[in-house]
């Protein structure tokens, strides 16, 4: 394919299609309010035009910035990773493209989501507006460092690598949320899923991932 333009045709939902049922379903992700949500969040409008030929292919690509949208299949994994209920408050470190709040956001009552980098916080905007995503609110500024009053939430998640759990998020979380984030050094990380079960956080851990580095007052320098 040459090129693309914004409009979603039957061509690219079939290629949506094959991208959930080869990529994501194939490798084990089975919510299907997640692999529907996949399949109606059309992945090529969250990239930059000249890379929309390979919207549906099995990887990240980048959005400008040092930035990345991340391949599908760790967005389908984080995603049921997340346990979402239609009901569900979601909070988001690291919008980049938008994509990752959409997937969810077909999900879940409401997304606010941060994003460090100006330029891509109206790159987010513009495409959630395109794909018709109303309920994802972007602000721009420090994920590590984000206001008070933001209320509770059943679910986060951080899409960028992580040097230390954030527990500085906990104090967001209601009790049974479950919070995901990639977690190790700048170049390898451990997926992890944090559950806050009495008060306290469990913690299990779902494989090797590669995320950009979470820069910020809690992140990296
Ligand atoms: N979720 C994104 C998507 O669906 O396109 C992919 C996120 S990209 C892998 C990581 C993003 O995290 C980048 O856009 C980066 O600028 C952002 N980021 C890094 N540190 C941040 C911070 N402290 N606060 C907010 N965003 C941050």
């Not at 994802?136 to 939430?153: A, S, W």
């Not at 951080?158 to 949320?177: C, H, M, N, Q, W």
Request: net charge neutral; with cysteine.
């Amino acid at each position: 394919m040459s090129s693309i333009s914004s409009k979603d045709t039957p061509e690219l939902k079939e290629l949506r299609a094959f991208m959930v049922k080869e990529q994501i379903e194939s490798r084990g992700i089975s919510d299907s309010k997640v692999l529907f949500s996949m399949e109606n969040v059309p992945r090529h409008l969250f990239v930059p035009e000249n890379l929309r030929p390979y919207a549906y292919e099995d990887r990240p690509l980048p959005i400008g910035m040092n930035a990345t949208i991340s391949q599908p299949y760790i967005v389908g994994l984080m995603t049921e990773l997340l346990e979402l209920k239609s009901d569900d408050r979601v909070l988001e470190i690291g919008t980049g493209s938008g994509y990752q709040a959409a997937v969810i956001g077909k999900i879940s009552a409401e997304v606010v989501s941060f994003e460090r980098i100006k330029e891509l916080v109206s790159f987010a905007k513009e495409n959630l507006k395109k794909a018709d995503i109303r309920n994802v609110k972007v602000f721009f500024g420090d994920g590590t460092d984000i206001p008070e009053d933001l209320g509770e939430f059943e679910c986060a998640i951080v899409t960028a690598a992580s040097p230390d759990i954030p527990k500085y998020l906990f104090r967001y979380l209601k009790e049974g949320a479950r919070l995901v984030v990639p977690v190790g050094n700048q170049c390898v990380q451990e997926l992890l899923k944090i559950k806050i079960h009495r008060g306290k956080p469990e913690i299990s851990y779902h494989g090797s991932v590669r995320f950009v580095p979470l820069i910020g007052d809690k992140g990296w320098n």
